[in-house]
């Protein structure tokens, strides 16, 4: 697959998820966006649906990692970057595979009860947010070394917003947190694809169909 289509995965993935999650979110019986996590709608009656959107998003991800990897060839985070996002695309692949544990009385009737599983999705899910912290941390020094100040100062406000803000109201963390992941997978999604246009305006000057400006 060529560099350009891996880097313009990202593009499909953010937006794909939550407009997914979402729309079972407002649809399914008991599920209160105000008290349950987006992971809980892979539990019960029609859960794979979620699970498939961890996985897919997942994929889609590690696609874009391979973009990076092939076309951060110079500078600061050629090498941790592509990694990175690569964790990160493993722990969403993982908190698909291994399901939450039921919570606030969703499904209803299910004990709340840790299991094995739930566990694993935790920790997943905590790998692939520590993982998306230090890509935010590491655009922001390309961008500073870039002399892109307002790039580097959004990434850092970005990774400040997505440890923070889940946290700032505890009974709100339900809301919040996708707001968070919103932010910080789009902005590795733009990063992504502003390298994908870099890379086709290069492409283009080499064979004459773009003249320098």
């Not at 729309?23 to 599920?31: I, S």
């Not at 590690?62 to 076309?71: E, F, I, N, Q, S």
């Not at 493993?90 to 595979?97: N, Q, S």
Request: a positive charge; proline letters at 4%; hydrophobic letters at 55%.
């Amino acid at each position: 697959m060529k560099t350009e289509k891996l880097l313009a995965a990202g593009i499909l993935a953010t937006p794909m998820f939550f407009v997914v999650a979402l729309a079972q979110a407002f649809t399914k019986d008991g599920f209160d966006l105000r008290e349950h996590m987006i992971s809980q709608l892979a539990i019960g009656s029609h859960g794979w649906i979620q699970i498939a959107n961890f996985l897919v998003t997942g994929a889609l991800f590690a696609l874009v990692a391979a973009g990076l990897h092939r076309g951060l060839t110079t500078g600061i985070g050629r090498v941790w970057a592509p990694r990175l996002v690569g964790v990160f695309a493993a722990g969403m692949i993982g908190a698909g595979v291994f399901v939450c544990d039921p919570y606030r009385g969703y499904p209803a009737g299910a004990a709340e009860v840790m299991t094995w599983h739930g566990t694993l999705h935790a920790v997943f899910a905590s790998v692939a947010g520590l993982a998306l912290v230090a890509v935010m941390v590491i655009l922001a020094r390309r961008f500073r070394s870039e002399q892109r100040t307002g790039a580097a100062v959004l990434s850092i406000v970005i990774a400040v917003v997505y440890v923070v803000l889940p946290v700032s109201v505890p009974a709100l963390t339900s809301i919040t947190f996708p707001i968070a992941s919103f932010l910080a997978w789009g902005w590795v999604a733009v990063f992504a694809a502003g390298l994908r246009t870099e890379r086709v305006v290069q492409s283009a000057r080499r064979s004459g169909q773009l003249q320098p400006a």
